[in-house]
């Protein structure tokens, strides 16, 4: 009975510990590979012949979905221990030229850039059907752009860049495929020709990383915009320009970890940045004017030992982050921190 106890005991754990095993496609050199994260480790599986310069997206643990360069194929995969199978092949619509993608129920939503003829489309895996997502007529006028797309437990927000005013659309997830309606939330700008990067969010912000130029020295920066979900009334950022003429830090990827906003920075490698309520104010500072409220960029902290160079932030969980950087030799190299 004690031996019997001890196998089962065993069989649990080891159960436990291929539950943890996750695919992710990652670039090494001047390739892309395909790891598994086990426990705190990433192992190398396979090369693959998926270009680094595509959009890739996992929609499951072992499923992985790829856009072609110039937008006009998606195919999705199914991931194994040893290779990359092609299940299925489709079509993008004409005119589509994708910037961003997201899958959730069974559904993909492409967010298409600045030259797209509609930049918000919607696929439904089962039916095979294609869903022109119409801007509201009131903020829908050429070279507006979905820059991305974040999604909560409820919700689907989609992210108008380039053309101000700059907007968020706020839309009901169980209204998919047919998403009608959006709440409009208009967002306050950061500076001239400001272009939206990036999006993610969890249960409590949404943070949007953006960069401004302008014909003055200090236009040129990047930008770290936060929101809160409850109201999107109050907010403010942080930008990374320096005093000295034509100079600030390259933030190139965010990610956000509880109360915590982690940014890659070529530069300095690894930022951090805590969240805290007295950040919010109900009334805005007399010294902003139409811009965003900012917060000095001395709140952020660099690790003392992270990469340089980061592309990109790859969250696994609320416990582990992949940073992907650049090497001296401009070849590609990861760090599971």
Same mark, same amino acid.
């Given at each position: ?7 089962i ?17 990652l ?77 959730v ?10 030259n ?17 997502l ?31 005013? +700059?907007?968020?659309?706020?839309? !009901? ?5 047919? %998403?009608?309606? =959006? #709440?409009? $939330? ?40 936060i ?63 139409? +811009?965003?409220?900012?917060?000095? !960029? ?5 690790? %003392?030992?992270? =990469? #340089?160079? $980061? ?27």
């Open positions: 009975m004690r031996v019997l106890l001890i196998n005991l065993l069989l649990i754990i080891n159960f436990s510990v291929i539950a943890q095993k996750d695919y992710y496609l670039p090494e050199n001047q390739d892309n590979y395909i790891y598994q994260r086990e426990n705190n480790k990433l192992i190398q599986l396979y090369r693959t012949d998926l270009p680094i310069s595509n959009l890739y997206e996992f929609y499951d643990s072992d499923k992985l979905l790829s856009i072609n360069s110039d937008s006009t194929k998606i195919r999705f995969y199914n991931v194994s221990l040893d290779s990359l199978r092609i299940v299925l092949q489709i079509n993008v619509p004409n005119g589509l030229k994708i910037k961003s993608l997201k899958f129920d069974n559904c993909l939503l492409l967010g298409g850039d600045w797209s003829v509609s930049p918000f489309y919607v696929y439904h895996l089962k039916t095979s059907e294609w869903t022109d119409k801007l509201p007529v009131g903020i829908m006028f050429p070279g507006k752009a979905i820059d991305d797309v974040v999604i909560t437990e409820n919700k689907i927000i989609a992210v108008d860049n380039i053309i101000m005013p +700059k907007y968020l659309l706020e839309y !009901k997830r169980t209204d998919l495929p047919k %998403l009608e309606n =959006p #709440k409009i $939330i208009e967002l306050e700008p950061n500076g001239t020709y400001e272009s939206i990067e990036r999006a993610v969010i969890n249960d409590k912000y949404i943070v949007l990383l953006s960069g401004t130029a302008g014909g003055y020295p200090r236009a040129n920066s990047e930008h770290i915009t929101l809160r979900l409850s109201d999107f009334e109050d907010g403010f950022s942080i930008s990374s320009r320096k005093l000295q003429k034509w100079a600030y830090l390259d933030w190139t990827d965010i990610a956000i970890v509880r109360n915590k906003v982690y940014m890659g920075c070529y530069e300095k490698g690894l930022g951090r940045f805590r969240i805290w309520p007295s950040y919010f104010w109900k009334t805005p500072s007399l010294y902003n004017g139409w +811009k965003n409220r900012n917060l000095g !960029k001395w709140r952020i902290r660099y690790g %003392l030992f992270s =990469p #340089k160079r $980061i592309i990109d932030i790859v969250k696994c969980n609320d416990n582990k982050l992949i940073l992907i950087y650049k090497d001296k030799d401009n070849n590609y190299k990861t760090k599971l921190r």
